[in-house]
């Protein structure tokens, strides 16, 4: 094999391949240890149950609440190590590894994301961490007045995370053992890259230009595979999108508690009281409740920030929410509600006509309408930020921003999947077409080009990332076949910034997964749209 195919086969597998972290029947040698908690939130008073599988004697841990000043609020070393045995199927049915700890949430830990690092080392057996988190919701007591709310995308961080083989995207499921898995357990550790993540660990969204004629790269895949970190690291987690938020938004001096979806979906009332609930990063999976708990939210009056991207799918929780499911592009064949009912309830994309409940009724965007933009094979050399349309619109105001400008190009806010509607221009100005769905009065702020396929002259065959399973997928939702026709009227799509009201609430949704990466590479005018947002739904 020549150097060159050698470095053709590394990059595929890096791409197109499986290493996701697999537990081991018999310890290694060399020193390993993960852990996971019993849940992926509590409240002040509540204890957390730690389970610890490590092949070293002794290990510690500490807890560490993250954000603009990283702080310890627990540690404690000297633990016994035990190794624990894990089932093959673990992605699917947990890890069932006993309680190593139980930690106590204390009354005065203030609301955030709470990282666990525990840490095991052994002289000529080397050392080894692993970090897994938790949030802390609001003390039932605290004031809500002037505080945002942060609904973490905690279903997008499951649907992604491949420790032991299998995630919603690849695994070792189905008939032949090579399919992903539409169910997943939230008893099991998360993969590496998912807590906390190297500053220089790339994005998908394209920093440089490609070079003429050049075969579309994925370099943070490449990358995670040259550094030991999940292939999912960039896209999802609290390490590539809420951390951005959080630290930003503290450094900024405003009051933020945090919450999982799986507390909207098992308690609603948590969001009361709030006058703005914020959502960001890439926020794809969500359940039916948790949708009645936003909507009911909006039509009281409360007020939507979502600087997220790629509401895609529905998902149910089972087992008290210990267990996702979610079978996606399979659903109709396979998810037995088809079969069952209700057919409301059949996890796959919102827009399928048998839930009948489409996405942009409660954010005004879908994933359908909008998908991959700014990296791999769909708009590389695109704009990288948001094409302006409504410069007088009161969320640019304080910006200088034209008709025609470029919101974010420099921080590259657009991508990696982004959110749209069906539109028509007239009189130069995007307007949403009749039956998208979308709220009466809706307006599209910015509006940017994206596509649910990767195609161009330099896409060779077995090599690109994205293939054409998303793009028949959509065209089979939006038109009920998926023969080139269909994909040729619905591969095109876009990613918008758009406002509306709705009942006694209002909505502001910049439809983009990368919006964070303005606040974190402090681009003055994604800032003070940032807080335009906040400050007029706080006010």
């Known amino acids: 094999m020549t150097d060159t195919e050698r470095d053709e086969a590394w990059r595929r597998e890096a791409v197109l391949g499986i290493y996701a972290e697999r537990p081991l029947h018999e310890p290694p040698r060399n020193i390993r240890i993960w852990s996971y908690a019993d849940r992926l939130s509590y409240a002040p008073g509540e204890t957390a149950r730690l389970s610890v599988c490590t092949n070293a004697k002794r290990f510690a841990v500490e807890i560490i609440r993250d954000g603009a000043a990283p702080k310890t609020v627990f540690a404690r070393d000297g633990l016994e190590g035990v190794w ?69 995308a905690t279903a ?54 490609p070079p003429i004629m050049a075969e579309p790269r994925y370099p943070h895949m490449e990358w995670a595979y040259a550094n030991g970190y999940s292939k999912k690291y960039m896209s999802s987690g609290w390490a590539s999108f809420e951390r951005h938020f959080v630290t930003w938004a503290e450094r900024q001096g405003y009051a933020l508690d945090i919450v999982s979806q799986t507390d909207l979906h098992f308690r609603p009332e948590l969001l009361e009281a709030y006058p703005c609930v914020v959502l960001v990063g890439h926020d794809e999976y969500w359940s039916w409740d948790m949708r009645d708990a936003i909507d009911a939210y909006v039509a009281k009056g409360g007020r939507i920030a979502r600087f ?92 200088g921003l034209y008709y025609g400008d470029i919101l974010g190009a420099e921080s590259r806010i657009f991508g990696y999947e982004v959110d749209g509607l069906p539109y028509e221009i007239r009189g130069g ?99 003070q749209v940032t807080r335009n947002v906040l400050d007029r739904f706080l006010g």
């Not at 949430?105 to 692993?130: F, K, N, Q, V």
């Open 84 to 152: 624990r045995d894990t089932p093959d199927d673990c992605s699917v049915k947990g890890c069932g590894w006993p309680v190593s700890l139980e930690i106590p949430i204390a009354l005065d830990w203030p609301s955030g994301g709470y990282i666990i690092r525990t840490r095991a080392a052994e002289e000529g057996r080397g050392a080894d961490m692993h970090e897994h988190i938790f949030l802390v919701r609001p003390h039932a007591g605290s004031p809500r007045r002037g505080r945002l709310l942060l609904v973490a």
């Open 429 to 527: 100005l995007p307007h949403a077409l009749e039956g998208s769905g979308a709220p009466e009065g809706i307006e599209i702020l910015a509006l940017g080009l994206s596509s649910t396929i990767e195609e161009g002259p330099t896409i060779l065959p077995g090599r690109s990332f994205l293939g054409t399973e998303d793009g028949e997928y959509v065209a089979s939702v939006l038109t009920g076949r998926k023969d080139a026709e269909a994909i040729e009227r619905t591969k095109r799509g876009c990613g918008m910034i758009v406002n509306f009201r709705k009942g006694a609430g209002e909505v502001f949704h910049a439809g983009t997964c990368d919006w964070i990466m303005g606040l974190t590479r402090r681009d003055a005018m994604v800032e």
């Open 156 to 209: 997008t961080w499951t649907a992604y995370n491949d420790w032991g083989g299998s995630n919603h995207y690849q695994g070792y499921c189905g008939p032949n053992g090579d399919r992903f898995s539409p169910v997943l357990s939230l008893e099991r550790p998360l993969a590496r890259g998912f807590v906390s993540l190297p500053a220089d660990a790339p994005r998908a969204v394209l920093m440089d230009q």
């Open 308 to 399: 997220a991207g790629n509401f895609m799918w529905q998902i149910r929780l089972e087992n008290e929410g210990r267990t996702q499911v979610c079978y996606k592009y399979l659903a109709r064949e396979e998810d037995p509600f088809m079969k069952t009912g209700p057919r409301s309830r059949v996890t796959e994309s919102w827009e399928a006509p048998e839930i009948g409940r489409p996405g942009a009724a409660s954010f005004g965007l879908n994933a359908t309408h909008g998908l991959y933009a700014s990296w791999s094979g769909c708009s590389p050399r695109g704009a990288k930020g948001f094409p302006v349309y409504r410069p007088e619109h009161w969320a640019f105001a304080d910006t």
